[in-house]
Nanobody, 126 residues
Framework: QVQLQESGPGLVKPSQTLSLTCTVS??????????WNWLRQPPGKVLEWMGV???????WYSPHIKNRLSIAMDTSKNQVTLQLLAETPKETAVYYC??????????????????WGQGTQVTVSS
């Protein structure tokens, strides 16, 4: 049973880097048939796909934020990490990691994912 849990600071200042960790249990993040996604939902807005990293280590990003986003893996801890340059308070959202067994780049449909983390609230504010 794959389980995911997001963690990281709940408050980030504008212009600083938002760093989050998705801890995976029940499967190795290096499994080539798994895809590890990051999504977010700002208050009052729809779910937004941010990016994905495959079990082989290839990463793909939303063109809207690709220049400010980095997704990587820490294989020693079986964790997927996200780093986002949080330019403005508009980056405030609930951030999720989610697993899929297919490459579904840019999908914001919840049913396209097999397992979700509970989400973590991140507020960008000075």
């Amino acid at each position: 049973q794959v389980q995911l849990q997001e963690s990281g600071p709940g408050l980030v200042k504008p212009s600083q880097t938002l760093s989050l960790t998705c801890t995976v249990s029940g499967a190795s993040i290096r499994t080539e048939t798994y895809f590890w996604n990051w999504l977010r939902q700002p208050p009052g807005k729809v779910l937004e796909w941010m990016g994905v990293i495959s079990g082989s280590g290839s990463a793909w990003y939303s063109p809207h934020i690709k220049n400010r986003l980095s997704i990587a893996m820490d294989t020693s801890k079986n964790q997927v990490t996200l780093q986002l340059l949080a330019e403005t308070p508009k980056e405030t959202a609930v951030y999720y990691c989610a697993e899929a067994k297919a490459f579904i780049m840019s999908s914001s449909t919840k049913d396209d994912y097999d397992t979700w983390g509970q989400g973590t609230q991140v507020t960008v504010s000075s």
